[in-house]
């Protein structure tokens, strides 16, 4: 469904996203017609899509959304309209964000909108910082709404490989606000 | 005037309200579900942000969620709709404690119109008509049992409390009345957490008919005349049609004045509605007041010319209403269909699923208010309105025409797709429904004959 060059070691976000925002766009402008693949490339990343290809297994399961991806580390992955998957799957998985990595890597997600801050309070030193381990279930970040301070916990252990929101950063649901990379098996 | 207005809603009427910021120049955010990421409104406002998963109560009806997108996008008001939040005075107050407009009235005056029985009261006061009954609660069986001699059978019980025809029971004969006052009680009490009940005289077949209104800040109320609603499926509305043709000018304008002074009595600001029931000898009573714009506001904006939403948008910013009473006539008739998914031949059962075919009619006086497009999903967890299908004509008889034309362009398909399209075409062609004669018994009648005739 979507492939990469190999990424830079640090993938540029904003480079991500706004090819993710070309390819969105071109693939709603593309609806009805019969164009069955194309790709939007910017810098280093290119993503191809191809449309009308029989059923893919609901986007996210992740392990069978790894598999269907070319070996390497594709920077971003995931579902957007039109991409000839199962309706139904994609109804029934209740969720499709173009922010899910493909890689291997855990992200963990805003619980609800609000504001992302990095820690307890002002001053204090941030629950985490890249390259720091966590286990599961420690507290990473807060999203703030409505003076209710939301603790967001790792649902893994691993290592924060990226923190992906600036500190006091409005984020909407399901935003992805780092990634985690899983502890060595 | 605002400069962004988060739209608190989904579906079809999101798209209305985000098309009528566009025009008014005013930037539109929507809000989705994760089920709504491929929405019409999602694309066509000029911001969307993701407010949690499918189910309602964790996205649509998530204050913290949606004052959060609000927050976030810098949105200076927020449009509620029709459902989820928008008669929710918790909700229109937490607005106000974040510095945003809520478009509707003030929390109080909503709270005060939500509750019926303080409703009642307030319009009896103003002027409005009720049916014989109580205003206040009846506390007993003998109570109740002296107040139903005294206006005569048969009445009905109503929860305080309830609505959408839930909670409510008739009583034809005296000695079934303890028996319905304890069950429509304990009803109310298990269903909506408040066992107040009152009573009023029941109408076996009424016509629903309602009052279109807009108040501004100002002091100033204007009535956009009437609807006729009375093609209903347990409570449910189906088609909606203006003017009703059994007001004459004199009661369209008496109703309409009294409406807007009882809206003004109780401070309301923005778009409302007075239901009203209508009986055979042409009397109206007050029923209650929905303090929202309505689904089917377009039949009122066919004959007035005037679209309601921009005017919802323009007193809520603290501007004066953009029409005078004077400059208002009712002019032609407009109807509305509801097409919806689900199967008229099983019930009307919910008949969701992905739209592969979606052609709407077009041509002269036709509009259809809908956010489908092929390939949308109509996803069972939400409503199953599909479309408006709104016609104007000069005349009644002939917009029934033109709305049978635009039912037979109009085609859906998808698997598990069923619409009530050929409900509507079959009541277009009904010698009763054309000939105006519906009351709200209407649609029972309409189906046990069809089905005697099967």
Known sequence: ?185 | MFEKVLIANRGEIALRVARACRELGIASVAVYSTADAESAVASFADEAVRVGPPHPGKSYLHIPNVIGAALKTGADAIHPGYGFLSEDPFFAEICANNGITFIGPQPDVMEKVGDKAVARDLMKKAGLPLLAGTIEPVQTADEAHDIAASIGYPVIIKAVAGGGGRGMNVVRREEDLARLYQTTRSTAQAVFKDSAVYIERYLEAPRHTEVQLVCDGHGTGVYFFERDCSVQRRHQKLIEEAPSIHLSDEQRRDIGERAVKGALSVGYTGAGTMEFLLDDDGNLSFMEMNARIQVEHPVSEMITSVDLIQEQIRVAAGEPLSVAQDQLAPHGHAIECRVNAEDPDRDFAPAAGRLDTYVPPGGPWTRVDSHCYPGWMIAPFYDSLIAKLIVWAPTRPEAIERMDRALSEFRIEGRGVKTTISFHRRVMADDRFRSGDVSTDFVEQFLAAEAAVA
């Not at chain 1, 609806?31 to 297994?57: D, M, Q, T």
């Open chain 1, 1 to 185: 469904m979507s492939q990469s060059d190999k990424p830079k070691e640090t993938p540029d976000r904003e480079m991500i996203e706004s090819v993710w925002a070309e390819a969105r766009d071109l693939v709603r402008r593309l609806e009805g017609s019969s164009v069955l693949r194309f790709a939007v490339a910017a810098g280093e990343y290119k993503i191809e899509i191809e449309r009308g290809a029989p059923a893919a297994p609901p986007p996210f399961a992740p392990s069978d959304a790894a598999a269907s991806l070319p070996s390497g580390q594709p920077v971003a992955a995931g579902a957007g309209p039109g991409l000839g998957v199962d309706p139904g799957a994609r109804m029934a998985s209740g969720m499709f964000t173009l922010e899910q990595p493909a890689d291997d890597r855990i992200p963990v997600l805003a619980p609800l909108v609000g504001n992302f801050y990095a820690a307890r309070q002002p001053g204090a030193a941030p629950f985490v910082e890249v390259g720091q381990s966590v286990e599961a279930g420690q507290t990473v970040c807060i999203v703030e709404a409505m003076k209710m301070m939301n603790e967001v916990v790792a649902g893994e252990t691993g290592k924060v490989a990226e923190i992906a929101v600036t500190n006091g950063e409005w984020v909407e649901f399901e935003q992805v606000l780092m990634y985690l990379e899983p502890a060595e098996a």
